[in-house]
């Protein structure tokens, strides 16, 4: 069960920090990532975390950071710069394994949490 925390309603140019809490055994071993959905638009890939390190959508690279502390089963989305374009439904979501496979869906989604940039 994933547990994602931490939206809110900012202006451009601020920082938000999502917080992402998993329940179960062997969270270190697990691939965990954000995806967001804006309205009228598909869900898309906005970062990974796992054995081989991080990836970024290029919409973010540079102004997001993904991170984990695995003693708190936590993953962290840390979001800088914040654009209006940024604004949407955002999800954590894992794979049961400890590499997230190129184009892989997610065995597991969270609740979404609301991110709202104003101009």
């Known amino acids: 069960q994933l547990q994602a925390s931490g939206g809110g309603l900012v202006q451009a140019g601020d920082s938000l920090r999502l917080s992402c809490a998993a329940s179960?055994?062997?969270?270190?071993?697990?691939?965990m990532g954000w995806f967001r959905q804006a309205p009228g638009k598909e869900r898309e890939f906005v970062a990974t975390?796992?054995?081989?390190?991080?990836k970024y959508a290029d919409s973010v690279k540079g102004r997001f950071t993904i991170s984990r502390d695995n003693s708190k089963n936590t993953v962290y989305l840390q979001m800088d710069s914040l654009k209006p374009e940024d604004t949407a439904v955002y999800y954590c979501?894992?794979?049961?394994?400890?590499?997230w496979g190129f184009g892989s869906p997610p065995d597991s989604w969270g609740q979404g949490t609301q991110v709202t940039v104003s101009s």
């Open positions: 979501a894992t794979r049961g394994t400890p590499v």
């Open positions: 179960g055994r062997a969270f270190r071993n697990r691939a």
């Open positions: 975390i796992d054995w081989s390190g991080k």
